[in-house]
């Protein structure tokens, strides 16, 4: 006889939509950890300019690949996203922009600012 439980379900991730605030969050987590790898890759690049021209070769192969291109791209918009919502919480370190709208607002800037500046990097870069 299978085990039944009458009691009501919790909603689900897939019920739920999850707060800006948390999305941001979990986003500020990711764009560290992609910051640091992209140090690896600063790193690396770094070893191979001094090492020799074959290496250089190598490493200038792999960024101006289309996977080297959207490594870079999606270490830029880690950059600018990380950055803006630093200055985001360094806002509320000093009490500004703590009420529920303010909050929202803030989030929605830090997104398009960080959209943004990468689209002008990149932009500027290819002019």
């Known amino acids: 006889m299978p085990w039944t439980d009458k009691r ?3 909603p689900h991730l897939q019920i739920y ?20 790898i992209g140090l690896l890759l600063m790193i690396w690049i770094l070893v191979a300019a001094a090492s020799s021209a074959d290496h250089w070769q190598v490493v200038h ?10 490594v870079l791209f999606g270490f830029t918009f ?6 803006c919502n630093g ?4 806002l509320w370190d000093i009490g500004k922009g703590l009420s529920i709208g303010e909050v929202h607002k803030s989030a929605w800037v830090v997104i398009f600012s960080a959209i943004i500046l990468t689209l002008m ?3 500027t870069a290819y002019l």
């Open 8 to 10: 009501p379900m919790s």
């Open 87 to 90: 200055i985001r919480h360094l």
């Open 17 to 36: 939509r999850m707060p800006i605030t948390a999305v941001l969050s979990i986003l500020h987590r990711g764009t560290g950890a992609v910051l640091f």
């Open 121 to 123: 990097t990149w932009t």
């Open 78 to 83: 880690s950059l600018y996203y990380h950055f």
């Open 61 to 70: 192969g792999f960024l101006s690949s289309w996977f080297g291109m959207l």
